[in-house]
């Protein structure tokens, strides 16, 4: 039996002037694993919606068409009676842990179905061990990490073993450690439960090699629908935002087929003799700069360090140390990329640079004023009219100024990060510094490419730019210089092409597929790189 | 303020009994008018959440208490018209008129302030020790919604407490003058507690919250030592209570003049009461979850 069948949908927000989704028609098989691909507002998150109940008995609006999840239609049954046939995830693991322990998390759904005690507590510790989160059981919700989080959130959407689970950009919140081994636990469920999995993500490169088929939505209806490799050919031509690096590098280097993964791309060049022979990356690649020494009067004069960071230490009370003597210079114009795992004290070090932390010892110089965005830009829209928020010139630089009169709340993610932006840089005197955590997070690629544009400019009108980011891609879009933080402390200083070429997880994916060759990062550098081997190769 | 596990005997007790200790003893602090049985109460419980290691989490509620009942006692003191020992003419003070303050005044005020404190006190270990998965458990059959919303909001204070530090900080980062005034920020915080509610209304519909009729009874787990101790000390906590305020022992009048007996009724009573408290922290077997 189909698991999703959608016929002729057509959907409309309540109050929304256009449909979210037009003509839709879908069907999932029982087992296969379907990405939904698309930019922001494309439509993924209302059609898993749809699929879920929620669309439109949670949200209202128009509805037209018809959805049979597991072979209930939609029309007729509700989000709580699909549950038994669909697990829904959504994107913030915050708001998807409604219980207090781990254990009452996996229970509730169990429970809200019916099942008697035994059956509930062997569902628990079934789904805890499939999850690899039984040593969490016991642990209350609150202290759980985002990929714990969203783990458990897992749990309790497969809890019951549904025939489909539904999965909003689960990774979004999650750093790229947890976000991939989100995806691979999902992978491992569809093969050996047999459930199918429908995922919308905006990384494609992170999941389309555990996909059966990709269905890419755009404007609220669906543009392709076909195997990842067919996908990619297809978005080269007809939607290159959607195309993965390693896509991307293959298409501008004349490769075909484009590969669904490292590994796919990896054969084909290893095929085409294109793959230098690899060895382990070198240890000294990228040594940390202590108390780099810079061009003008002692190296360190307020002219020259934009930002310094002196035998910077934070020592919690009763507990860890976050930052251990970092030292780090930062000159006006330098774009610095801080990468780490969580926890290696990324965003405790921008806190400091902005002042609202202080070092427990060391001290932090700033030429001028420093310009702190924090990863919620949300968190800096007060006002209920995008004017009020931020002085119209600001506003106008960060390319809002016709939208001064809607709601912040209104505005797209992107749209929202830029006037935050505006909100931190003001319009008075020019920051010296401006400093970004995690930017990135739940952006599609053509935001993030926007944003990698504003903050060159920025630069290149003498702020300092420092972006503490789990994102490779962004990282080498932007940076010139890499940090990579460990332990409280940089293990790694170095041009971008140096520290992200080397490594796996803080590597892009252009530079994995190359094995780091000759520092490319960017699918455009890889290209390059292939074409002038392609070109050796017929004119020996 | 929220459930945090730890290996202590009274987070190892079931929800049920941990939850009447508290109670208990919360009770206790509302019969009881004696100076001594109130402070004996006050150390008991400070020494009962030090033994389960939540003493830290007292820290916040009582940030909120002292400040309360300091506030009982002024008021109580510039306001009641009781007592015969005066210890300050005042005068004429406006509203309140000729105001003299007496020594059963100003005890009676400390009494009430102590009264206050113990419930506090026994709300934050509570809040501290019980679960509230274990108690949504005992009172689904009740009430499912109720106990539910109880656990959600539960759930939702740390979360709306790191919002709110969010905002804050978001706040402190807008340059110069542009800094919004506290307002604005409660008026977000509100904003986003109402976002946040949206989305776990979500989360309860896909789980399949709403689907079924009453709940079946919780499975039996069998008693363990320490809901043993702890409910026996509830009981017990309970019974002396009662039978101390029937024999007339710890009695307390602060009207016409101040009337405290202080003999080995009181001081047994004192001790039974901290020795309760602490009697079942003894045993340490099992504790680890």
Redesign the interface.
């Known amino acids: 039996m189909t698991v999703l069948a959608v016929q002729g949908l057509t959907y409309t927000y309540a109050g929304a002037a256009e449909p979210a989704l037009r003509d839709i028609d879908l069907r999932v098989e029982p087992g296969e694993f379907v990405v939904l691909a698309g930019l922001s507002a494309s439509g993924k998150s209302t059609l898993l919606r749809a699929a879920s109940g929620l669309v439109p008995h949670f949200h209202g609006g128009t509805f037209a068409g018809r959805v049979l999840t597991g072979g209930l239609d939609t029309r007729e049954h509700g989000p709580a009676d699909l549950a038994a046939v669909a697990g829904t995830l959504f994107q913030d693991p915050e708001t998807q842990a409604v219980l207090g322990t781990v254990r009452a998390e996996l229970a509730f759904p169990l429970e809200n179905r019916g099942h008697g005690p035994a059956a509930v507590a062997r569902g628990v510790e079934e789904a805890a061990l499939a999850l690899g989160i039984d040593a969490l059981l016991d642990r209350p919700t609150h202290e759980l990490s985002g990929g714990e989080l969203q783990r458990v959130a897992l749990g309790a959407a497969l809890a019951g073993r549904p025939e489909v689970v539904l999965l909003d950009e689960p990774t979004s919140q999650l750093d790229p450690v947890a976000g991939d081994e989100l995806v691979w636990l999902l992978r491992r469920l569809n093969e050996e439960w047999g459930t199918a999995v429908v995922l919308a993500e905006q990384r494609l490169e992170r999941c389309l090699a555990a996909a059966d088929r990709v269905v890419a939505l755009a404007g609220g209806r669906i543009v392709c629908d076909a195997a990842p490799r067919d996908f990619l050919g297809w978005a080269a031509d007809a939607a290159p935002a959607l195309q993965t690096p390693g896509a991307r590098l293959f298409t501008r280097a004349g490769l075909r087929p484009p590969p669904a993964g490292v590994k796919d791309a990896r054969a084909t060049l290893r095929s085409h003799g294109l793959l230098a022979p690899t060895g382990p990356p070198s240890a000294e690649a990228a040594p940390p700069r202590r108390r780099r020494r810079l061009p003008g009067r002692g190296g360190r004069s307020a002219e020259t360090t934009a930002l310094a960071f002196r035998d910077v230490w934070h020592e919690l009370r009763g507990g860890r140390t976050i930052l251990r003597a970092v030292d780090l210079d930062v000159r006006p114009g330098e774009r610095v990329a801080l990468m780490g795992r969580n926890g290696a004290g990324k965003s405790t070090l921008l806190r400091h640079a902005a002042g609202l932390m202080a070092p427990t010892r060391g001290r932090v110089e700033a030429s001028g004023r420093v310009a702190l965005l924090l990863q919620h830009p949300g968190d800096y829209l007060l006002h209920d009219r995008v004017g009020d928020e931020a002085p119209a010139a600001a506003i106008a630089r960060v390319g809002l100024a016709g939208h001064a009169d809607r709601h912040p709340r209104d505005l797209s993610g992107g749209e929202r990060q830029r006037l935050a932006l505006a909100v931190v840089l003001g319009d008075d005197e020019p920051a010296a510094v401006v400093c970004l955590d995690e930017p990135t997070r739940g952006m599609d690629r053509g935001a993030k490419g926007d944003l990698a544009d504003r903050l060159r400019g920025l630069a290149a009108a003498g702020s300092a730019v420092v972006v503490a980011t789990h994102d490779a891609e962004f990282a080498a879009a932007v940076a010139d210089r890499v940090v990579l933080l460990a332990d409280g402390r940089p293990i790694a200083d170095a041009a971008a092409s140096e520290v992200l070429a080397g490594g796996w997880y803080f590597a892009t994916e252009t530079a994995r597929i190359l094995g780091g060759e000759g520092g490319a990062l960017r699918p455009e550098e890889g290209a390059e790189l292939l074409r002038r081997r392609l070109t050796l190769e017929v004119t020996p | 303020m929220?459930?945090?596990?730890v290996a202590s005997p009274l987070h190892a007790a079931r929800a049920g009994a941990a939850a009447a200790y508290c109670m208990a003893f919360a009770a206790a602090g509302l019969v009881f008018e004696h100076p001594l049985v109130l402070g004996a109460l006050g150390v008991a419980l400070v020494a009962s959440a030090a033994a389960c290691g939540v003493a830290g989490a007292l820290a916040t509620p009582l940030r909120l208490a002292v400040p309360l009942a300091l506030s009982v006692l002024v008021v109580n003191a510039l306001v009641s018209r009781g007592g015969l020992t005066v210890l300050a003419r005042l005068g004429e003070l406006g509203p309140l008129g000729q105001v003299d303050i007496t020594l059963e005044a100003v005890v009676t005020g400390g009494v009430m302030a102590l009264r206050v404190t113990v419930v506090v006190l026994a709300a934050g270990i509570f809040a501290a020790v019980v679960?509230?998965?274990g108690l949504?458990r005992l009172f689904r059959r009740v009430s499912f919604r109720s106990a539910l919303t109880a656990?959600?909001a539960?759930?939702l204070i740390?979360?709306l407490a790191r919002d709110a530090r969010?905002?804050d900080?978001?706040?402190?980062?807008?340059?110069?003058e542009?800094v919004?005034g506290r307002v604005?920020?409660l008026?977000?915080v509100a904003t986003?507690a109402l976002d946040?509610a949206v989305?776990?209304?979500?989360?309860?519909?896909?789980?399949?919250?709403?689907?079924?009729g009453p709940?079946?009874a919780?499975?039996r787990a069998p008693w363990s030592r320490h809901d043993f101790a702890v409910a026996a000390a509830a009981a017990a906590v309970v019974t002396i209570t009662v039978g101390a305020r029937l024999a007339g022992v710890a009695s307390f009048a602060a009207d016409p003049r101040l009337a405290i007996p202080l003999g080995p009724g009181e001081v047994v009573l004192a001790l039974a009461l901290g020795a309760l408290a602490l009697a079942p922290l003894a045993d340490r077997r099992g504790i680890a979850?």
């Open positions: 929220s459930h945090r596990p679960d509230p998965d949504l656990v959600l539960t759930r740390p979360v969010r905002l900080d978001a706040r402190r980062c807008r340059p110069g542009a919004p604005a920020v008026r977000a986003g946040r989305d776990v209304a979500a989360t309860l519909e896909v789980r399949g919250y709403g689907t079924r709940w079946p919780a499975p979850r």
